[in-house]
């Protein structure tokens, strides 16, 4: 038995057609090339990317998260963290290459490959292998266990199980049966580590095999790693500190709602604003009498990006001579600053870029469709879920 989809009342339903409405917008913007959106897709990964190892506690900056897409080395994230965040890129990329593929079969090795990609470089782990004993979440913080799963002899049913809901035909909303895969892996913890990554991948994989469009911006892993306390939250009041598929979890749903069109706000509002950017930036080049092909990298500075020579060779396809004349010419007209030197060296956004900024104005605030729910997950929890690993009775494991 798994947690079952709940019943959606009238305001679940409004919020999905609102989804709807935003997601159609979204694939009408997309549908005409436009130079911005490359650069848009890209960030929207790194912000994922981000997003869901953070909850972790495995921080890193955008670019580095960014430079992962490329297997390029970062420019401040530790060797142990990074390979952390390089895991998940792994595994991220295969969810996104598979959904598209005809001939691909989610099942369980289908899973357990992606937890061997998420986590391969810790052999420790036991990467795409099943747990075989009692699991126990404990927070550091209370010294509590708050999490008990399954029993390890019940993993493997109850995955084929999930692997089975997964592939059933039905007419639940795409963002329904995505958000009951996340609780359900998540709650069945069937590996030693990486449980909520997994769970949070599969969603996105669910996403991307039932056919929504541009399932990089349809991932609320951004949002969730922007709201790691509530997502804890909602967690422990669904879980209630032990695996029990019997409870309601309406409430998880109404929450994974929330967070789709809080980000789906987020991706509109960031399209619009990169579309009057590069007005200015156009404006703004013509002016400096600075090449046209800068202008991904400046944009890039203003997202807060470091800028990196090689990088911007391997994306413009220029030789280095050209690329440091490039440089040059920005940094004297002050839209670009020099950090470092020598191999060090990167460019920030400089004073002249930073009014771009300012000009921009303030970001269009965001409506909340569940006002209520703020209030609501402010209850005294009962327990948290994250990437638990099996411990014996008496040791101590941090909500990471």
Do not use: C
Not at 100 to 117: N, Q, V, W
Not at 161 to 181: F, I, T
Not at 286 to 308: H, N
């Amino acid at each position: 038995m798994l947690y079952a989809s709940p019943h959606l009342d009238l305001d679940d339903h409004r919020v999905l057609d609102e989804l709807a409405a935003m997601r159609a917008e979204l694939a009408d913007y997309l549908r005409v090339p436009r130079r911005w959106t490359g650069r848009l897709r890209r960030t929207a990964l790194a912000r994922a990317i981000q997003g869901s190892n953070s909850i972790e506690g495995y921080h890193v900056d955008l670019d580095d998260a960014d430079a992962a897409l490329d297997d390029e080395e970062p420019m401040s994230a530790d060797e142990r963290t990074f390979a952390e965040i390089r895991g998940y890129r792994q595994a991220l990329g295969y969810v996104l290459a598979m959904a598209a593929d005809p001939h691909f079969t989610l099942d369980a090795s289908a899973l357990r490959s992606m937890h061997f990609m998420m986590l391969a470089h810790d052999l420790g782990k036991s990467p795409g292998q099943y747990r075989h004993r009692e699991i126990y979440v404990h927070d550091d913080r209370t010294e509590q266990v708050v999490y008990t799963g399954p029993d390890g002899d019940e993993v493997a049913g109850l995955m084929g199980e999930l692997v089975g809901d997964l592939n059933r035909s039905s007419d639940e909303d795409p963002l329904v049966h995505a958000a009951m895969a996340h609780l359900n892996l998540v709650m069945i913890h069937p590996f030693r580590d990486g449980n909520g990554r997994m769970a949070r991948a599969l969603q996105t994989l669910v996403l991307a095999r039932r056919g929504l469009a541009e399932p990089e911006f349809a991932s609320i892993e951004e949002w969730l790693g922007a709201n790691t306390d509530d997502y804890y939250r909602v967690l422990a009041l669904t879980g209630r500190g032990s695996w029990a598929p019997e409870r309601d979890a309406h409430l998880w749903v109404t929450f994974n709602l929330r967070a789709h069109h809080m980000q789906a706000q987020t991706v509109r509002r960031r399209l619009r604003r990169a579309q009057r950017t590069y007005e200015i930036l156009d404006a703004l080049l013509a002016e400096q009498r600075v090449p046209d092909r800068t202008i991904d990298a400046l944009y890039s500075a203003l997202l807060g990006f470091r800028l990196r020579r090689p990088t911007y060779v391997d994306q413009t396809g220029i030789d280095e001579r050209t690329a440091s004349r490039d440089f040059k010419a920005l940094t004297d007209v002050g839209l670009l600053r020099p950090v470092g030197e020598t191999r060090g060296r990167h460019y920030v956004a400089g004073d002249a870029l930073v009014t771009v900024r300012a000009e921009l104005g303030p970001s269009e605030p965001l409506e909340d469709p569940y006002p209520w729910m703020k209030a609501e997950l402010v209850r005294p929890p009962t327990g948290v879920v994250t990437d638990g690993v099996t411990r014996k009775p008496g040791e101590t494991r941090g909500a990471v």
